[in-house]
Nanobody, 129 residues
Framework: QVQLVESGGGLVQPGNSLRLSCAAS????????AAWFRQSPGKEREFVAL???????HYASSMKGRFTISRDMTKTTVTLQMNSLKPEDTAVYYC???????????????????????WGQGTQVTVSS
């Protein structure tokens, strides 16, 4: 059974950068769709970015150009590089994987939580001066 562990969260000043990592154990991200979601207090969890099993990437419009999702060569880690951070980026960030249906799943469904069957515990990101 695959498990996901996020790391890299913390307190950062507005305009600065932070790099989140999601490490997989039990299997790699090979052939798997992976994504980052986030949840702010009082709000629903929202899509941030995804990397499909093929390697293509997609972003929420408010993160495009500031955030970059990537997967390492060994496909054991998915990373979210976050630049030009804003206070409104403050949230718990979750890594998620679509292990079961990956290659059969169409793109439009991957923007929703329901597409993912495996989740990490989350890592807190706080953007504040």
């Amino acid at each position: 059974q695959v498990q996901l562990v996020e790391s890299g969260g913390g307190l950062v000043q507005p305009g600065n950068s932070l790099r989140l990592s999601c490490a997989a154990s039990g299997r790699t991200f090979s052939g798997v769709n992976a994504a980052w979601f986030r949840q702010s207090p009082g709000k629903e969890r929202e899509f941030v970015a995804l990397i499909r099993w093929s390697g293509t990437t997609h972003y929420a419009s408010s993160m495009k150009g500031r955030f970059t999702i990537s997967r390492d060569m060994t496909k054991t880690t998915v990373t979210l590089q976050m630049n030009s951070l804003k206070p409104e980026d403050t949230a718990v960030y979750y890594c998620a994987a679509d292990v079961t249906t990956s290659k059969r799943r169409i793109l439009s469904t991957l923007y929703t939580e329901d597409a993912y069957d495996t989740w990490g515990q989350g890592t807190q990101v706080t953007v504040s001066s």
